[in-house]
């Protein structure tokens, strides 16, 4: 079924501006993984976040399992920035597997 | 440094015919998948492997089978491909409780 929910389904930014990806899952989880992928491209590791917040560079990643949700911040947007965000919620029961998020499409208009 | 090979990058296939892709991976992860992407359906897992010879179905495994042999390679076989199989396929690698890797993805075509 739908264990991860991915919202918006795509956002459309004005350069310089903030945005918010959320990642809702309906079951606990080992962790939640963030991914970024160009159009065309592989996916690329943003963030492995069991709980709490991380941080790298202009990005914030956000995992509060109580609440069941996980939440990628994109701090002053850059056209480099577009392409599709994807969260993956990560469940070990004995065996690992990752469930993924249909993903948000961005696109960072200058 | 921690890597995802592929090969080959791109295919093209007539209908009918056998397709081999492969995954290496040079991290000594025990679990590796198979994915494929297409648009409008997300990422779709194909099948898991949690070590040599200890595989598992996926989400849609009919039309494929898998072979690991060796902890680092783990390949995907379409036997008798058919147009719908045309798609970007993704090999990635984990640990037990760890982050995933991608390959850079294989886009075969069917014809």
């Known amino acids: 079924g739908q264990q991860v929910q991915q919202s918006p389904a795509s956002l459309v930014l004005q350069e310089g501006e903030n945005a918010e990806l959320q990642c809702n899952f309906s079951t606990s989880l080992n962790s939640m993984q963030w991914f970024y992928q160009r159009p065309g491209g592989s996916l690329v590791s943003l963030f492995y976040?069991?709980?709490g917040t991380k941080h790298s560079g202009r990005l914030t990643s956000t995992t509060v399992i109580k609440e069941r949700r996980s939440s990628l911040h994109i701090s002053s947007s850059q056209t480099t920035d577009s392409g599709t965000y994807l969260c993956?919620?990560?469940?070990?029961?004995?065996?690992?597997?990752?469930?993924f998020g249909k993903g948000t499409s961005l696109t960072v208009i200058p | 440094d921690m890597k995802v090979t592929q090969m080959p990058r791109y295919l093209i296939k007539r209908m009918g015919e056998n397709v081999l892709l492969e995954c290496g991976q040079d991290m000594s992860h025990e679990t590796m998948y198979w994915y494929r992407q297409d648009p409008g359906l997300g990422l779709q897992l194909i099948y898991i492997?949690?070590?040599?010879?200890?595989?598992s179905e996926g989400d849609i495994p009919k039309g494929y089978r898998v072979s690991r042999k060796k902890r680092e390679h783990f390949s995907l076989i379409l036997d008798s491909a058919k147009t719908n199989q045309t798609s970007v396929y993704f090999c990635?690698?984990?640990?037990?409780?760890?982050?995933?890797?991608f390959g850079p993805g294989t886009r075969l075509t069917v014809l």
């Open positions: 993956a919620l990560d469940l070990y029961t004995g065996y690992q597997n990752f469930y």
């Open positions: 976040n069991p709980s």
């Open positions: 990635a690698s984990s640990l037990p409780m760890g982050e995933q890797y």
């Open positions: 492997s949690y070590d040599v010879d200890s595989n």
